[in-house]
């Protein structure tokens, strides 16, 4: 990740924009569409808003960029219908993973969480990966909870493809280990490639 372009990040900008787009016409349940891509739109403009005072590592806006293209995917066709048919063929299992998969991306965010605590030298590294993996549970935990609010609220065909259980008494869980486990990974990355440790090195 060292040699990539310092321009990566708008590049990465305007590809989500088009997909943003284009997903955004038609999809299956508007309603449903229209309350997944709330955290996306924040999670984008803020990032877009606080550019130029804060730069991440390549690495990170790279994975970032995963969660944000998986959920917008999501948003569009709900994520128990993603056609996702190949991969869930390859695990052999009759259940649609792509929201699985989408979770796994949302521990991603462990990366750049522990990159800025430990570039504004509010903690060491060590510190900042504890904060961050639990930064994400917590999270995790905090959407679980979100989605049944809305699936109670909405009610119907809307509230039930956006809790996206599929029929599964322990999907909130299985979510939020998908979650853990995306944030073990990524804070793996962030201590394998140190973007803190050399402020001239765009990782």
Known sequence: MKFLPS??????????????IVLGINPVFREVWVAEVVPVVFIFLFLVVTYSRFQFSNTAYILMFFWLIGHTVGAHYTFAHVPFDWFNNLLGTERNMFDRVAHFSVGFYAFPIAEWLVRRGECKPKLAAFFALFAIMAIAAGYEIIE???????????????????????????????????????????????????????R
Do not use: C, N, R
Not at 7 to 20: K, N, R, T
């Open 7 to 20: 321009s990566l990040p708008h590049y990465l900008a305007v590809i989500f924009s088009i997909l943003f």
């Open 148 to 202: 049944w609010w809305y699936a109670i609220i909405a009610g119907g065909d809307a509230g039930i493809e956006f809790l996206g259980s599929q029929g599964d008494i322990w999907d909130a869980q299985k979510d939020m280990l998908a979650d853990t486990l995306g944030a073990v990974f990524s804070l793996v990355l962030f201590f394998k490639l140190k973007p803190f440790s050399d402020p001239k090195v765009i």
